[in-house]
């Protein structure tokens, strides 16, 4: 198939970590080359008193920030460098918009001299597990506990939404701003179910009755990037999750002992492959990358189609015009004891190299982020969720999405695929096989469990846990 957005979204988009190969995640991790190690004797950033300016920036020091220029482009983070401009004008900011991140800044962290503010994003992103491991990031306490840029009578902390730290916490320590409030759900056009009459599912039985009338119609039920079947894995963990409740997914992160043969995983495991053996995917899916399968769902050769909450500022320009972009959780299983789990929280990750030549113009900057105008440009620009309170969008693909997780007790997101690089590469392959029928739900569980065992066993791997 011709693309036809190549000029305006490249083979890969902001959060496609997913894409790269095991093979070019080995080339470009930082697990697989030399790393400065962190500097024990860095500078550290303490909060001083003054308000305006608790970073105590020196404000001819030049600020370098790089940007992952994907789906979000970098139009954003221009405008909030002329904020920090606003403040500090002599201060020369150096802006780089890339998609190869770990191409261009792991050579930067080996040499022990790393750029300030880093979008850490990505096809290239690099592992999130080694830069903590390696002691390669500064902790982000100060900047969390800071005033606010807007009221100095508010930490920085008290201005951000439920759930948003969780991902960038490592062993209870913040290394990572997550800066967008993402949820992955399962997206269908609600200008075409109300043309068809037809009711958007809320249990797995409920889809499946649906599946052959939308068939009748000359359309597939699903279909997905399968060439990064990672985009499948929040659908499945959720599906878990929602059955079992979210400690069967815990589990799994937690690398406990058969944790994916939980009757819970086996039957998500199950209701997938059920898909493939119905016939209820989009025919060549397991082929087509993640603008294929945008692109099919588009053009309304399905119906269905799981991805992240990005998904209708992605395709503005691309999707018809009466094309209706709506979010619904993942169809529950009969018998769900959590049926509102939803993986949702902070995602797109601004990290603070600790050898960083300006520490505090980088807090400073994530402050600037973290301000109402800052949140409200973000917003606006790319029509996303923000992770800071109070800042309200027009976009009703937003809004509801924003209905799905009002529920705090029911976000939550799977994170073995960011805490452990083997088994990150291990998912992919392996939901690719379950969805396209070259693998039974047991050879996934089993490939799953010998991965998480392996992984468990390796002394050599720093274990993370979630924060109860």
């Given amino acids: 198939m011709t693309n036809p957005t190549a000029d305006r979204h490249p083979i890969f988009t902001r959060r496609n970590l997913f894409g790269a190969t095991a093979a070019g995640l080995a080339a470009t991790s930082l697990g697989a080359c030399a790393t400065s190690g962190g500097d024990d004797d860095a500078e550290e950033v303490t909060v001083g008193g003054d308000a305006e300016n608790p970073f105590e920036v020196d404000g001819s020091a030049p600020l370098d920030v790089v940007i992952f220029d994907g789906g979000f482009g970098n ?19 150096e802006h780089l918009a890339t998609q190869a991140i770990a191409e261009t800044q792991q050579p930067r962290f080996a040499e022990g001299k790393p750029c300030d503010v880093l979008d850490n994003s990505g096809a290239q992103q690099i592992p999130m597990d080694s830069l903590v491991s390696d002691g390669e990031l500064a902790e982000l306490t100060p900047l969390l506990d800071a005033p606010s840029y807007d009221d100095p009578e508010v930490t920085v902390r008290d201005t951000l939404r439920d759930g948003v730290l969780s991902m960038g916490t490592f062993n209870g320590k913040v290394y990572a701003l997550n800066y967008v409030f993402s949820a992955w759900t399962v997206w269908y ?12 599912p809320e249990t797995w039985e409920e889809m499946l009755a649906l599946c052959p009338t939308i068939q009748a119609e000359g359309i597939a039920p ?73 692109t099919a769902f588009n053009e309304r050769r399905a119906a269905f189609l799981p991805c992240g909450s990005w998904l209708p500022n992605e395709q503005k320009g691309i999707a018809p015009d009466d094309f209706e972009y709506a979010p619904i959780g993942v169809p529950y299983l009969e018998g769900s004891v959590q049926p509102g789990l939803i993986s949702a929280g902070g995602e797109e990750p601004f990290v603070i190299p600790k050898n960083a030549s300006n520490l505090a113009g980088a807090y400073e900057y994530l402050r600037i982020m973290l301000s109402q105008e800052g949140a409200q440009v973000f917003g606006d620009t790319v029509q996303a969720a923000t992770v800071v309170k109070g800042v309200e969008l027009d976009n009703p693909a937003a809004k509801m999405t924003d209905a799905l997780v009002s529920n705090p007790d ?56 979630h924060e109860d």
């Fill in 189 to 200: 056009d609600a200008k075409l179910f109300r043309d068809k009459g037809w009711t958007p």
């Fill in 222 to 294: 699903w279909t997905y990037a399968g060439q990064h079947p990672v985009y499948l894995y929040d659908l499945f963990l959720i599906l878990a999750g929602r059955h079992g409740g979210v400690d069967v997914v815990k589990a799994i992160d937690h690398l406990e002992p058969d944790a994916w043969r939980h009757e819970s995983v086996v039957k998500a495991a199950e209701a997938l492959a059920g898909l493939h053996t119905a016939g209820y995917i989009l025919e060549g899916t397991p082929g087509i990358d993640h603008i294929q399968s945008q």
């Fill in 410 to 465: 029911d976000l939550f997101q799977p994170r073995f695929r960011f805490w452990y690089t083997k088994m990150n590469e291990e998912v992919r392959p392996a939901l690719g096989a379950l969805l396209s029928g070259d693998a039974t739900p047991e050879e996934f569980i089993d490939r799953m469990q010998t991965a998480a065992d392996e992984t468990a066993a390796d002394d050599t791997i720093e274990k993370f846990r």
């Fill in 75 to 93: 139009e954003y983070a221009l405008a909030h460098q002329e904020i920090y401009n606003r403040s500090f004008p002599d201060a020369e900011i």
